[in-house]
């Protein structure tokens, strides 16, 4: 979710596939929030459809592998190679997620009591080991005890962490290992990663939530999106990818498939179906959809992901993410007085005002805070 390169270099379909992302982990998130809704009813039926939302992180992480992959494929003879990756990613990932959680230390430590007054929860963990490990990226390898307004701003940022233990791992092993070599690799990790999560789901002592969010167990969506880069810069790939489109349409209906018996027998992302082949059957479907969208460029997915409103929402996403939550939290819990819910007009009306406030925020991000950062670590070359 945070792989966005310089203005200039930009894919649309890209972009658009971002957009897809945030929007599916925003929907969901914001009809999840409210918890259970009664049977039959039409926020039941809703939050049904978009039971998968979710997933939208798995389709930011095969777009970080594609694309970090790429840019490294690219430049890996190049003397200035890490330095100049990490400095990229540095002025891209590190001063927004930085300033927000520093934020959160911040208004905890000055408006502690006004918050506790307009939350909804009552609870308001103070600064502490859990918040300041954020710092690290160690979210998604240690619990994190979230509750009330912590819950909101910080624990979906877990994939953050993965992806920022990617970003230390990957240009490594692109630097260090020859193109066949990385290809072996590559097709280890596919295949490793779902029978650790297999191992680790039938060991009792192993926290469910933990399996999801380690970097380890979510390599194969990293790494498939690092082989959809291998193909794309062969020629001799490339050239097949376009010119066997039915093949790849035949195996995005096959995958879709796939997806649509997890959406209806093993949705949850704790699930045992999910956590043992579900996250690769979903990286899969996002990479041939990837694909798709770059090979077929007349094509009805790269027509789509071409939509300007998606690929507004795709720009802007990185702050979108991280604030979504506590934007929906603070619009309900000042206007409605109540935990955010979509089950009357009002509260649908205030769902809507928290989306499109997140994505004003962000644009407003964007503009005065990421781009100037982004073309400053974009003065850093190859």
Same mark, same amino acid.
């Given at each position: ?225 690092? +082989?959809? %880069?291998? $193909?794309?810069? #062969? &020629?001799? !790939? ?6 066997? @489109?039915? *093949?790849?349409? /035949? ?79 603070? +619009?309900? %819990?000042? $206007?409605?007085? #109540? &935990?955010? !819910? ?6 649908? @009306?205030? *769902?809507?005002? /928290? ?28």
């Amino acid at each position: 979710m945070t792989s966005q390169s310089d203005s200039s270099q930009r894919i649309p379909e890209l972009d658009g596939l971002r957009g897809v992302a945030i929007l599916s982990v925003l929907i969901y998130h914001y009809l999840e929030q409210q918890g259970p809704t009664p049977p039959h009813s039409l926020t039941h039926y809703a939050q049904r459809l978009v039971l998968m939302g979710w997933s939208g992180v798995d389709l930011f992480f095969v777009l970080s592998g594609f694309l970090i992959g790429g840019i490294l494929l690219d430049a890996r003879e190049s003397r200035s190679y890490f330095s100049t990756f990490y400095l990229r990613r540095f002025f891209r990932i590190i001063p927004i997620y930085y300033l927000w959680t520093a934020l959160y230390i911040l208004v905890v430590s000055l408006a502690s009591g006004f918050l506790l007054r307009h939350s909804n929860s009552g609870i308001l963990p103070r600064p502490d080991f859990f918040v300041y490990a954020h710092f690290l990226f160690l979210q998604n390898i240690i619990p994190f005890p979230y509750a009330g307004v912590a819950g909101a701003w910080f624990s979906h940022l877990w994939s953050l962490a993965v992806e920022e233990q990617f970003y230390l791992v990957s240009p490594v092993l692109i630097r260090l290992l020859s193109g066949r070599s990385l290809k072996v690799f590559l097709f280890g990790v596919i295949a490793g990663a779902p029978l650790l999560r297999a191992y680790l789901r039938f060991d009792t002592a192993i926290n469910r939530t933990l399996i999801t969010a380690l970097m380890p167990c979510r390599a194969d969506s990293l790494a498939i999106g690092i +082989l959809a %880069a291998v $193909l794309w810069r #062969s &020629p001799s !790939a490339r050239g097949w990818l376009t010119s066997h @489109l039915g *093949t790849l349409y /035949a195996l995005l209906g096959a995958f879709a498939l796939s997806v649509a018996a997890l959406w209806k027998w093993s949705p949850d992302s704790n699930t045992t179906g999910m956590q043992v082949a579900g996250l690769s059957c979903l990286a899969f479907f996002y990479a041939t959809l990837l694909l798709l969208a770059l090979a077929h460029a007349s094509g009805p997915v790269a027509a789509v992901m071409r939509m300007g409103w998606l690929c507004e929402a795709g720009r802007v996403s990185y702050c979108m993410y991280i604030i979504h939550l506590v934007v929906n939290d603070v +619009l309900h %819990a000042f $206007l409605r007085h #109540s &935990p955010p !819910a979509t089950t009357n007009a009002r509260a649908v @009306l205030v *769902t809507f005002a /928290a989306a499109f406030t997140t994505y004003a925020a962000a644009w407003l991000s964007w503009h005065v805070i990421e781009h100037p950062l982004v073309r400053r670590g974009h003065a850093y070359k190859y």
